[in-house]
């Protein structure tokens, strides 16, 4: 599984519609408002990495408009208490 931590700025005004379009896409699994440098945080579990491209350079950035600036982080490992395979692949 890849797990993919990507970090968003947001028009303002667009928040709640962009909040929305994020929770609609398969393999976004959470996402959270956080203050500070950026808007929100979305967390992606996907299969490989091709899904994770596919997620972020098209299904997010083109067609979810008021996203202004995104960062993207790939995990190399997780740590968890819980099998993360499990939960999120099934």
């Known amino acids: ?8 700025n947001v028009e303002r005004a667009m928040i709640g ?3 929305a379009g994020l929770r609609k896409i398969d393999g976004v699994s959470e996402v959270y408002s956080v203050a500070g440098e950026y808007d929100l945080v979305a967390i992606i579990r996907v299969k490989d990495n091709a ?4 997620i972020i350079a098209t299904k997010m950035t083109r ?6 600036h995104t960062k993207t982080l790939v995990t190399l490992t997780a740590y968890s208490k819980i099998d993360l395979e ?3 692949l099934g």
Do not use: N, Q, R, S
């Open 63 to 68: 067609d979810l408009d008021g996203i202004i």
């Open 86 to 88: 499990k939960v999120f």
């Open 51 to 54: 899904e994770l491209a596919d």
């Open 17 to 19: 519609d962009v909040i």
């Open 1 to 8: 599984m890849i797990t993919g931590i990507v970090l968003i």
